[in-house]
Structures are given as C-alpha cells and as structure tokens.
C-alpha cells in the first residue's frame, strides 16, 4: 500500500512557475516509479510527466518539454514537478501517480497502482 499527497498547486498568471510535490508513504519510496498526470475540465487525462526509481530517466509529455521538470528526492520519500513558463492551457487538476510494477510504459495511466488526490493549478491569461 502506497499513500500520496500532492501539494504545491495554486493561481498563477501566465508566465510564472509553480512547484508541485508528491509525499510517499507506505513503501520504500526509492523502488518504484513515479508519474505525473494532469486532467482539465471536460477533457481525459493526459500524461505529463515520468520518473524512473533511480530518477536517472525521465520523461516528459511533448506540450510540457522544455518548460517543466521532474525530479525526485528519495531521502524525502518525496517526487516533485517544477513548472516554469505555465500558460492557460496547462491549467487542471494535477494528480502523482506511483507504478510499483515496473513497467516501461511510464506515459500509460493504466501502468500505475496508487494515485494522489490531486492538486489544482489555474494558470491566468
């Protein structure tokens, strides 16, 4: 069993940044992947960003490349996405994710086991 918290999210104008987190608890923080999803109001959810257990691989959705970063401190049991550079249109609801599976298809929702709650980010124009 495997419990996340996201925290982080909030109203920012467009052009700003914000830093989401993701505190882990349950499970040894360091064995498993993480990912980060996003769903906007009437739409699915979306893929955007993916971190191997050792976090020397990451992985990232083409609309975010450049502007955001993952990243993870397994010290803290804790995963992170920096957003840099935020516009409108990344505003949703943003949700952690956890695949203990091992799987490589990181950019699948299907492939993880355990899911945050989920924190809003609204991103002004």
């Known amino acids: 069993q495997v419990q996340l918290v996201e925290s982080g999210g909030g109203l920012v104008q467009a052009g700003g940044s914000l830093r989401l987190s993701c505190a882990a608890s349950?499970?040894?923080?360091?064995?498993?992947?993480m990912g980060w999803f996003r769903q906007a109001p009437g739409k699915e959810r979306e893929f955007v960003a993916a971190?191997?257990?050792?976090?020397?691989?990451?992985y990232y959705a083409d609309s975010v490349k450049g502007r955001f970063t993952i990243s993870r401190d397994n010290a803290k049991n804790t995963a992170y996405l920096q957003m840099n550079s935020l516009k409108p249109e990344d505003t949703a609801i943003y949700y952690c994710?956890?695949?203990?599976?091992?799987?490589?298809?990181?950019?699948?929702?299907?492939?993880?086991?355990?899911w945050g709650q989920g924190t809003q980010v609204t991103v002004s124009s």
């Open positions: 349950g499970r040894t923080f360091s064995s498993y992947a």
């Open positions: 994710a956890a695949d203990l599976g091992g799987t490589i298809r990181l950019r699948l929702g299907a492939s993880y086991d355990y």
């Open positions: 971190i191997s257990w050792t976090g020397g691989s990451t």
